[in-house]
């Protein structure tokens, strides 16, 4: 049998039979070489993609291959939850007490059961203890949290670097750069430019490109002033002041200026600038693996993000040496909005060029969706291995199909669709069909248990506790200054109220054991609060919506049973509009532990003790209560309505 410590193999899962629904003895491995050609794992939610996306980066770590991991979801922090001990102990901290309470025990028995049950599960799949352990110390996993500090903060602001010479000498891929880096700084100022017809992309590419082919990097500081007063007369033909008059240049840099300089952007000027060597490696050479966690950010920032790091990974793929051999992976959890199949944000040119370009370099890219529809399959034809779970729609399996076609006539392999859709349709949870382009036949396996806890997404409180212990090795020192500063008197800010009061007569010993307020930090704390709290008014909002479609499945699958017309196409709506439910039912909570983390560090900003700012949370805003009130008083007429109508039709029946 096969070692499934096997260097350069991966270990995911055991052949499975769907006609048995067996699993056979013998391990699947997954030679690593073949990731350089990309892979996509595609499977609705509760299909098991996360486990197994989790465990082929186990596995990468196990064969000290670094990774640079974006996650838009939160999820992959789990990354950092493998506890060689098994002990309920270390998962206690982890557990969900919703669930406790839910089963009607504690938290304590609830970890308990966490920790037998994924010490038998390890066991079932042959993982001892020593594998955690070794998973453990062969690589460095960090979160890092761009724009905010409750991880690692990063920042991409600080400059706009000349990239090297390699990528300077090739002039599609210099110009591909320019386009993408512009079109994610004009998307964060909320402007939809495209590349041909936007004066402002246009001339902020010029300003890029004279700069760069110069050797400059410039600031952000120094981008505003290029704008205001460029180094250049003419864009194309035409002069700088009929292409794009100073005044009109001048909003445009002020439009900058003013988002850069708000204190609620403050977080996108700290931190570790970003390089993809860091990324990879520590300063003593230990493999790393880097979860950027996203989760937090907006839909714009998330996407100028996304498109800087993925071009500065271009930039860093270009300074390497050919090789064959799995050099570095780069992962994204959910690449819905990133990669579709007929817009062009500006991620998608950087996505591409990686699935063209990377193998030569030894870079694999793995791309992670629940929702194919929104997938370039022409652009994704360049992934050799796809692994395919459990999908939703008809409409799904025919995009995946595509893609698939795509893909073997790329490979020059021959594609039997009917084959495929019959197999496609058997699988089931943890079972996935994977289909690599360096094999003969498609093979069915289930995923093996994962080494690390699967918590699902954390909070920004979970990720601050785990980064807290290395937190000290990536703030920058500032410089000592000559004079140790004179405090002023401290000031003490209500986190309820919105202004600030100064404790003029407090006792001696009480006003002693005040801290002095940081005005900028309460300012973003306070901006930070008010952004949380906003997200989950929305997520309470968008609930009644998953249940409105479960109703109207129901009542539409009732009407057909009392007509005598069912069809196992509307059973399965009703499922599948469940499981469409289920994302959207785990968005408040995770929302609700966000804005608590937010209103405990607005406390304490504003002068409290951290045990103090904890205790101040109440259970909900106001704004929150009435939103559910007034939700529950609309669900309760929905339902009566609904039963009325339901009683009437069977009466009729």
Known sequence: MPEIDSRNHF????????????????????????????????????????????????????DGVPAICIDPKGDLGNLMLGFPNLEAGDFEPWVDESIAQRKGISKEELAQQTADMWRKGLAGWDEEPERIQKYNDSVERLIFTPGASHGLPITVLKSFDAPPKALLDDADAFRSRVQSAVSGLLALLGIDADPVQSREHIFLSTVLTKAWNRG?????????????????????????????????????????????????????????????????????????????????????????????????????????????????????????GYFPPSKKPPSKEPMLTLLKQARAFGLGVVLATQNPVDLDYKGLSNAGTWFLGRLQTERDKMRVMEGLEGASAQAGSTFDKQKMEQTLAGVGNRVFLMNNV?????????????????????????????????????????????????????????????????????????AAAKVPIDSKRVETARRELSKSESELV????????????????????????????????????????AGRAQGKLGRPAKAWTDWRTAYADFAEASGQTPEEATASVPILPMTAWLVVLVEVGVALTLIAVATWLVLRLVNAG
């Open 11 to 62: 270990y995911l899962g055991r052949a499975h039979d769907l006609a048995s629904g067996e699993d056979s003895g013998e391990p699947l491995l997954y030679k690593s070489s073949q990731l350089t050609t990309h892979a996509v794992c595609v499977g609705m939610t509760g299909s098991g993609k996360t486990g197994l996306c989790l465990s082929l980066l186990e596995e990468a770590a196990l």
């Open 216 to 336: 400059r990097n410039l600031s952000i500081a120094q981008m505003i002033r290029e704008i205001q007063e460029p180094d250049f007369e003419e864009v194309g033909v035409m002069k700088i002041e009929d292409f794009y008059p100073k005044k009109e240049r001048t909003k445009l840099a002020m439009d900058l200026n003013n988002l850069l300089a708000s204190p609620s952007f403050a977080g996108w000027m700290t931190g570790q600038p970003l390089d993809v060597q860091q990324l990879l490696y520590s300063p003593d050479g230990k493999p790393r693996h880097s979860i950027l966690s996203i989760s937090h950010l907006d839909d714009a920032q998330r996407m100028f993000f996304v498109t800087i790091l993925l071009n500065e990974v271009l930039a860093w793929m270009r300074t390497q040496p050919g090789t064959g051999s799995l050099r570095a992976l780069l992962y994204m959890d959910e690449v819905f």
């Open 438 to 510: 360096y094999e003969d036949q498609p093979q069915v396996f289930r995923t093996r248990w994962a080494m690390s806890y699967l918590a699902g997404p954390l909070s920004r409180g979970q990720i601050k506790t785990l980064m807290d212990p290395v937190r000290a090795e990536f703030v920058v020192e500032k410089p000592a200054k000559a004079e140790r500063p004179k405090l002023e008197p401290a000031v003490w800010v209500d986190p309820k109220g919105p202004t600030a009061t100064e404790i003029e007569e407090a006792d001696p010993p009480e």
């Open 538 to 577: 929305a997520s309470i909002l968008q609930l009644p919506f998953a249940g409105i479609e479960i109703l109207y499945r129901l009542i539409d699958l009732v009407i057909a049973m009392v007509n005598k017309k069912a069809t196992q196409r509307r059973t399965s709506s009703v499922f599948a509009a």
